[in-house]
């Protein structure tokens, strides 16, 4: 099946720095991806929905401005959070939708801590 | 009413039993669905994907969609251990293809 790679799988920052996500589609183009967030034992909450080239689309309540994302190519797609806090601290996850398909495939997620 | 209406469970089964994980929907639209399969701390995995109604298998999982009930199934035969997980059923459509809903997925415990 088509492959979603996220990095990295665990990060741990300080309060206040930001940390960048990336997520890459190894053998698909990826016109759409999407970036969740998982509180443990809780389904997904998804932040945004981005497009190859053109700015991400971001779900009620979900700062743009604290959480940063960019689809430069259509086999990349980064997610920074900008002055993480404690409360940020949550898996992240992205997932990709190939060109022309109608399902979507997840990254293995990512682990972020701010301490 | 949600779009998609998933029982969280637990679910708790011996060994070998069969397992039935189901989804309800209200949207009409929706003809694609898929069936992932997540461990905890893990992303999740797409197990199955059928569009529109009928039957899908594919080794241990068969999949069902009956569209005129607007329900969803994953049937898990032969259940092991290595089965528990938290499954989630997600479904798109033509309205939107863009647009994916996921039920609040089921927690599956495999007792050995």
């Known amino acids: 099946g088509a492959v979603v790679s996220q990095h990295p799988s665990r990060v741990i920052c300080k309060s206040g720095t930001s940390v960048k996500i990336e997520c890459r589609s190894l053998?698909?183009?990826?016109?759409?991806m999407f970036w969740y967030r998982q509180f443990p034992k809780k389904s997904l909450m998804l932040m945004a929905t981005?497009?190859?080239?053109?700015?991400?689309?971001?779900e009620q309540g979900v700062e743009k401005d604290k959480f940063l994302i960019n689809h430069a190519s259509l086999t990349l797609s980064t997610l920074t959070v900008t002055s993480a806090h404690p409360e940020d601290s949550s898996f992240y996850i992205c997932?990709?939708?190939?060109?022309?398909?109608?399902?979507?495939?997840f990254g293995e997620g990512s682990w972020l801590t701010v301490v | 009413q949600k779009e998609v209406e998933q029982d969280p469970g637990p679910l708790s089964v011996p060994e070998g039993a069969i397992v039935s994980l189901n989804c309800t929907y209200s949207?009409?639209?929706?003809?694609?669905f898929m069936w992932y399969r997540q461990y905890s701390r893990k992303g999740p995995e797409l197990l199955m994907y059928?569009?529109?109604?009928g039957n899908k298998e594919d080794g241990r999982f068969t999949a069902q969609v009956d569209k005129s009930s607007k329900y969803i199934s994953l049937f898990i035969r032969d259940s092991q251990p290595s089965d528990s997980a938290t499954y989630l059923c997600?479904?798109?459509?033509?309205?939107?293809?863009?647009?994916?809903?996921f039920g609040s997925g089921t927690k599956l415990n495999v007792k050995p």
């Open positions: 059928t569009y529109s109604s």
């Open positions: 997932s990709a939708t190939p060109e022309g398909g109608n399902t979507i495939y």
């Open positions: 981005s497009n190859e080239g053109s700015k991400a689309t971001y």
């Open positions: 949207n009409s639209a929706f003809q694609y």
């Open positions: 053998d698909f183009q990826a016109t759409t």
């Open positions: 997600a479904m798109s459509g033509w309205d939107n293809f863009n647009k994916f809903y």
